[in-house]
């Protein structure tokens, strides 16, 4: 499939990478189907697949809060049809602010790797803040300067 963006052209998009949020991400409850563009790793766009502006930054959390974590409630893993751990993925969406990056760790977005069924949960959580100031990743020891 063929889906134009605003920020990277028109993109070719296989249908089974289409992650589908059957209540849509909050903010932008009509749009409902999604797909992931790798940008820097481990910074991806969840760009709509309905609307060629709309388009998130997003990461994996792990790489940068090594320590987060969190117990997903019954009903999310019922909803999103998970059977095993291992097909959750956990993304959260980046945010500028202060020039600077911000991960939002209080909403984190869950999506059924197996389903691709996705959905964005709100954390009942004092630990997480909605814009946590993103550390610099770690230096890999053979980098080049």
């Known amino acids: 499939m063929k ?4 920020r990277f052209g028109e993109v070719e998009i ?5 992650i ?8 932008f409850p009509d749009l409902k189907r ?16 309905d609307d060629p502006d709309t388009a998130f930054i997003t990461a994996s959390p792990f790489p940068f809060f090594p320590d987060y974590s969190f117990a997903m409630k019954d009903d999310v893993e019922t909803f999103l ?4 751990p291992a ?6 969406i980046l945010i500028v602010a202060d020039n600077a990056l911000h991960a939002n760790l209080k909403a984190p977005i869950i999506i059924n790797s197996s ?6 949960i709100l954390l009942d959580d004092e630990r ?18």
Do not use: C, M
């Open 3 to 6: 889906i134009n963006t605003t």
């Open 14 to 18: 296989d249908d089974n990478k289409i």
């Open 20 to 27: 589908h949020f059957p209540l849509g991400i909050p903010g």
């Open 34 to 49: 999604y797909f992931l563009i790798d940008y820097k790793d481990p910074i991806k766009w969840l760009h709509a697949v």
């Open 81 to 84: 049809e998970i059977n095993k």
């Open 87 to 92: 097909d959750a993925a956990i993304i959260v």
């Open 115 to 120: 389903t691709l069924k996705g959905v964005q």
């Open 128 to 145: 997480y803040a909605f814009r946590e100031p993103l550390p610099a990743l770690p230096q890999e020891e053979n980098s080049t300067k």
